[in-house]
């Protein structure tokens, strides 16, 4: 539960070095920094080959507009349908950054959603795009002699 999470988190956040606090440990409120920090606990980060993969990570709040026009994949199995009960409490990385000092939930929350009417547009104008080259085909095809019409399909195109 969210509850139960942020007071973990409060008490992660109690910890510092006594004789100079900023050496450490370093507390990072944004959720894409807690990620990043616990899949570093995951990896063997002190040797080379562990750097070399932490190097490679990228973690983001929200969709970046480099990867905003690439697919998209979801790992089935680690859909919190299949992984969950249905009534066990679970709290999103977000709310909980939102609780412990991060304040830039609102804004990742607006860029959101101008990204999600954005990719809308596209998609409807893709979606009519393809309608039009369909229509096309279909009319080439009865306009054109039979032996064209095969020499296109031939090569796909038609």
């Not at 109690?14 to 570093?40: D, E, K």
């Not at 066990?88 to 909980?96: A, E, T, V």
């Not at 939930?105 to 809308?120: F, H, I, N, Q, W």
Request: charged share 30%; proline share 4%.
């Amino acid at each position: 539960s969210l509850h139960r999470n942020r007071l973990k988190y409060q008490r992660f956040l109690r910890l510092r070095m006594n004789s100079n606090p900023r050496r450490g440990p370093y507390h990072l409120r944004a959720p894409s920094r807690i990620l990043w920090r616990t899949i570093r606990g995951m990896l063997r980060h002190k040797v080379e080959r562990g750097q070399k993969a932490l190097a490679r990570l990228q973690v983001f709040e929200g969709v970046p507009t480099m990867v905003e026009r690439k697919k998209r994949m979801v790992v089935p199995s680690a859909l919190r349908i299949v992984r969950l009960k249905p009534k066990r409490n679970f709290c999103r990385l977000g709310d909980l950054s939102s609780q412990v000092g991060w304040s830039h939930g609102d804004l990742v929350a607006r860029l959101e959603e101008k990204r999600k009417t954005r990719s809308s547009a596209y998609y409807q104008k893709k979606k009519e795009r393809t309608k039009m080259q369909a229509e096309a085909k279909s009319f080439a095809q009865t306009t054109l002699p039979k032996d064209q019409v095969a020499f296109l399909q031939q090569y796909g195109h038609a």
